[in-house]
Nanobody, 125 residues
Framework: QVQLVESGGGLVQAGDSLRLSCAASGRMSNTYYMAWFRQAPGKDREFVAGISGNGGSTRYADSVKGRFTITRDNAKKTGTLEMNSLKPEDTAVYYC??????????????????WGQGTQVTVSS
């Protein structure tokens, strides 16, 4: 079994920063591909950022480019989403997703078989 557990969500003000973490456990290679998605109330879940197995390739949604940074620690099987200059429109439940191999950093949900339970991020204006 594979488990992904997110942490770090919360309530912040516009312009603040927040760091989300995702810890992977179970039958997962250390070089798994990882991504963050989010779902705002009444909207579809959308891709936010993704990172390759060795961390050498990253991909971001246009809406977060320059503000969010995705990183990983393969030894600890953890991934991080550093979110800066947060806006009210970033309010959503953020999900960590993973797949055992690439070769690409995919933005489609269906590419990722493993999902965390989600963590709420609320940005007040």
């Amino acid at each position: 079994q594979v488990q992904l557990v997110e942490s770090g969500g919360g309530l912040v003000q516009a312009g603040d920063s927040l760091r989300l973490s995702c810890a992977a456990s179970g039958r997962m290679s250390n070089t798994y591909y990882m991504a963050w998605f989010r779902q705002a109330p009444g909207k579809d879940r959308e891709f936010v950022a993704g990172i390759s197995g060795n961390g050498g390739s990253t991909r971001y949604a246009d809406s977060v480019k320059g503000r969010f940074t995705i990183t990983r620690d393969n030894a600890k099987k953890t991934g991080t989403l550093e979110m800066n200059s947060l806006k009210p429109e970033d309010t959503a439940v953020y999900y960590c997703a993973a797949k055992n191999s690439g070769p690409y950093v995919y933005s489609a949900e269906w590419q990722y078989p493993y999902w965390g339970q989600g963590t709420q991020v609320t940005v007040s204006s």
